[in-house]
């Protein structure tokens, strides 16, 4: 049984950081795109970030992009998202997310294995 396990979130100013981290165990997801989701207070689950099996493809919502970072360390099973410059629109529950595909989706239903989330509160 795979098991997603996020840490890192936290309570920060507006323009603070923070780096997220999903340990994966009970599978290697390795070899599968994993990416990152967040839900905020009354409002749906939305795609924050996506990367392929090996690392060299990443893709980003509009609104983070070139503030937010997704990496991964695939001989620890781990996936990080590194967040700069963070704003309170950006106040939510993150979730980590791994499919047993190569290819990237945005789309939550592609996705085959979901972390309990971690949640990040950027302070006006």
């Known amino acids: 049984q795979v098991q997603l396990v996020e840490s890192g979130g936290g309570l920060v100013p507006a323009g603070g950081s923070l780096k997220l981290s999903c340990a994966a165990s009970?599978?290697?997801?390795?070899?599968?795109?994993m990416g990152w989701f967040r839900q905020a207070p009354g409002k749906e689950r939305e795609f924050v970030a996506v990367?392929?099996?090996?690392?060299?493809?990443?893709y980003y919502t509009r609104t983070v992009k070139g503030r937010f970072t997704i990496s991964r360390d695939n001989a620890k099973n781990t996936l990080f998202l590194q967040m700069n410059d963070l704003k309170p629109e950006d106040t939510a529950v993150y979730y980590c997310?791994?499919?047993?595909?190569?290819?990237?989706?945005?789309?939550?239903?592609?996705?085959?294995?979901w972390g309990q989330g971690t949640a990040v509160t950027a302070s006006p």
């Open positions: 997310a791994a499919r047993q595909s190569r290819s990237y989706s945005t789309g939550q239903y592609d996705f085959d294995y």
């Open positions: 009970g599978r290697n997801l390795s070899t599968g795109a």
């Open positions: 990367i392929n099996w090996s690392g060299s493809d990443t």
